[in-house]
């Protein structure tokens, strides 16, 4: 479904990804783990075309995206909730998730996509009229899912989804993405918490400043002793 190819990307003169390659097949969830400046986040960005790669190709399904705006990438059906959340505060979360289907006409499927949201997030439906700036941090990172889960997309880019949240709430919200797989929707998924990413994730990636150092399915990262002293805090 996704394919990076030797992607090279730079802040100005700083060269953030040294031509990394990754595959995501249809139905999977893979999982980038790295620690802060390993270029997880850039990747997502590159992928949805924040920034653009000097290097290399970024194909969708085939296509060749390193030429197309970021709207042109979110109609052909990726969709990211970024790090920190970055809601709407002044919208409602209704108004939040109207964001997130800007680009389509079907009025009967962003009514059924609003109510499969509700399902998934009963918590927003409770607080539908509620400014997102006054949500909870884990109110605000489901609506930032939500959003994204709006403009129905095939591939899905979760970036630090249980960032500065409660060990109860980062169960929850990994519950969540477990079922959000299972419901058919790809995942590329940036998460610092190594151990939680790889009880959900089939394969995994491993960055370091900017390149990748290890792959493997989750199972065999799990045991690998570099990723155990390194990511999942074993001796």
Do not use: C, W
Not at 92 to 107: C, I, P, S
């Amino acid at each position: 479904m996704l394919e990076l190819i030797d992607v090279h990307t730079y802040y100005g003169n700083i060269q953030a990804l040294k031509g990394i390659s990754i595959h995501v097949e249809p139905g999977e969830v893979v999982t980038l783990i790295g620690s802060n400046g390993a270029g997880k986040t850039t990747t997502l960005r590159t992928i949805q075309g924040l920034l653009r790669p000097r290097q290399g190709k970024i194909l969708f399904e085939g296509q060749d995206l390193s030429s197309s705006s970021s709207p042109e990438i979110v109609r052909l059906g990726i969709a990211q909730s970024p790090e920190g959340r970055m809601i709407f505060p002044r919208m409602t979360v209704l108004e939040n998730l109207e964001m997130g289907a800007f680009h389509r006409q079907d009025k009967a499927g962003i009514q059924a996509d609003m109510e499969r949201v509700f399902t998934l997030f009963p918590r927003l439906q409770e607080r539908i009229k509620q400014k997102g700036g006054t949500l909870s941090g884990g109110e605000q990172q489901m609506l930032a899912i939500a959003r994204a889960l709006m403009a129905r997309p095939r591939l899905l880019l979760l970036d630090e989804p249980s960032m500065g949240l409660a060990p109860m709430l980062v169960n929850q919200i990994f519950s969540i993405i477990h079922e959000i797989s299972d419901q058919g929707t790809t995942i590329l998924l940036v998460e610092q918490n190594a151990r939680m990413a790889l009880t959900v994730a089939n394969r995994g990636y491993v960055l370091q400043t900017g390149e990748i150092v290890l792959t493997g399915s989750a199972k065999e990262l799990q045991v690998n002793e570099t990723v155990r002293k390194a990511y999942l805090g074993e001796e």
